[in-house]
């Protein structure tokens, strides 16, 4: 007994000193929440910011959806006005790990559903633009949920809801500012 003590004291000594080798990851369906979760608090914040004294405020209404556990960024939403002409656009900051052909898709509740291209991407993130057109705007106004969808690498369509609720008091905010 003791010389096989012997024999495998050094082996398992090895083996203990040997990095832990990575495990596989298991994807779970993320349960994303806004950054924000409190009760009362409107899930979409307005930020404005200037690149200088003698510049206009750049304002927008966004909302950040994280991961639960571990407060890893999901998806932002963003809707920014152009102070030239007043125009609303669209912003999806996106995660990693998507199949970019297939860009992203978004839907009000379970009206039509309409595909962008995903235009960039960067150490954050990939990233899609779409202006909004007046009617989309009224209809996100009077919904529910803005369904964000994109398909994994693995081709696995994953949807994340975002809530609407707060967006037409965030939008009058940004429209009141001048």
């Known amino acids: ?19 832990a080798q990575p495990q596989p990851v298991q994807t779970k ?18 930020n404005c910011s200037s690149g200088s004294a003698n510049t206009e405020l750049q304002c927008q209404v966004s ?32 995660p990693h790990g998507l199949f970019l052909p297939s860009g992203a898709t978004y839907q009000v509740d379970q009206g039509s559903k309409t595909t ?16 909004l057109s007046p009617d989309l705007v009224k209809t996100m106004k009077s919904g529910t949920n803005l369904n964000i969808g994109m398909e994994s690498v693995t081709r696995k369509p994953v949807t ?18 001048k």
């Open 1 to 19: 007994m003791w010389l096989l003590l012997a024999v495998a004291g050094p082996v398992l000594a090895e083996d203990a000193a040997k990095p």
């Open 29 to 46: 369906p993320v349960q994303p929440k806004p950054a924000d979760a409190s009760a009362n608090a409107n899930p979409w914040a307005v």
């Open 63 to 94: 909302q950040n959806l994280t991961e639960a556990k571990t407060g890893q960024r999901v998806l932002t939403v963003t809707v920014r006005r152009d102070n030239s002409n007043g125009s609303l656009a669209m912003l999806l900051a996106l």
């Open 116 to 131: 962008i291209a995903i235009q960039t991407s960067d150490q954050n993130g990939a990233y899609a633009a779409t202006p």
């Open 160 to 177: 994340i809801p975002v809530t609407l609720a707060g967006f037409t008091a965030a939008l009058a905010k940004l429209e009141s500012i």
